[in-house]
């Protein structure tokens, strides 16, 4: 739906007219005049201009040697929808509205639109505000005057730069160096790390050991012939130790034991630490 505000208009991508192209469209409203499509070869000669005056759909085009008109239908503001095409085959151009055709050729030699990469966007329903301020890109400097169409637009197709088959066109907006990117506030579901800060894949931020560590200190691991480990290892259990590790001749087995055992002791500590500071208390 366009409204005709003054920024009512729709963008799409450029119009691969060539030397022969077509282009097809459907409107409905209750206006009798408005712009329905604008689109040119970026401001020297070649331009496409399709509006309604007084109920009749107008075609002005210019392909280099001057600008020609086609206007066929009357009462087309009458609230149904209408079929529009355009038709190129080199220098003749035809304009058809629900069946009701009229064609015309051009003078000259040369009837290439434009270039496709130097071709404007096409404009639908009417242009946009900047192009007030730099009408010399306008090949019709007077299409920025003509009122804007209100009423529905459908169903436009044709080849684009993308495509030489014609196709449905969707809305497009070109990025472009005025505007800024505006970042949404990320949620647990979109979260992620920069390379920089990428976790580690190696140790996890917690491990059962660290919940000893912050009781007995760092110095838990160290063995029975370092001095002052008392807290963690007696002779008793260096005993305990000695002899389980003579019933096996097996290293793999041997280490298993020894953590095992160590393991036990790490329990004890902790149980004795807990009824140390129930004590206390």
Not at 202 to 221: L, N, Q
Request: a positive charge; one cysteine or more; glycine letters at 8%.
């Amino acid at each position: 739906m366009l409204d005709g505000s003054q920024d009512s208009f729709t963008q799409l991508h450029k119009w691969n007219a060539a030397l022969n192209g077509t282009l097809e469209l459907e409107f409905k409203t209750e206006q009798p005049n408005g712009l329905i499509l604008y689109t040119d070869d970026g401001g020297t000669y070649d331009f496409f201009e399709i509006k309604l005056v007084e109920g009749a759909l107008r075609l002005r085009y210019n392909l280099g040697s001057g600008a020609q008109i086609l206007t066929v239908g009357h009462d087309l503001n009458d609230g149904h929808w209408h079929s529009v095409k355009v038709k190129r085959r080199v220098e003749k151009t035809s304009l058809t509205v629900d069946n009701v055709t009229q064609t015309r050729a051009s003078r000259g030699k040369e009837f290439r639109f434009g270039h496709v990469n130097s071709n404007s966007w096409v404009y639908i329903g009417g242009m946009p505000g900047w192009y007030n301020a730099k009408l010399t890109l306008l090949a019709l400097p007077s299409v920025i005057f003509e009122p804007r169409f209100v009423g529905f637009i459908r169903n436009v197709i044709y080849a684009d730069p993308h495509s030489s088959v014609p196709r449905r066109q969707m809305a497009h907006s070109p990025p472009t160096s005025s505007k800024k990117i505006q970042r949404r506030p990320m949620d647990h579901t979109t979260n992620w790390c920069p390379r920089q800060f990428k976790k580690s894949s190696g140790r996890p931020p917690m491990r059962w050991t660290d919940s000893i560590v912050k009781v007995a200190g760092r110095t838990w691991k160290r063995d029975d012939k370092t001095e002052n480990c008392g807290v963690m290892y007696n002779l008793k259990d260096q005993r305990q130790t000695s002899n389980e590790m003579g019933r096996f001749n097996c290293e793999s087995c041997r280490k298993n034991v020894e953590e095992r055992c160590t393991r036990q002791r790490i329990v004890e500590l902790l149980y004795n630490l807990k009824d140390q500071k129930a004590d206390q208390q």
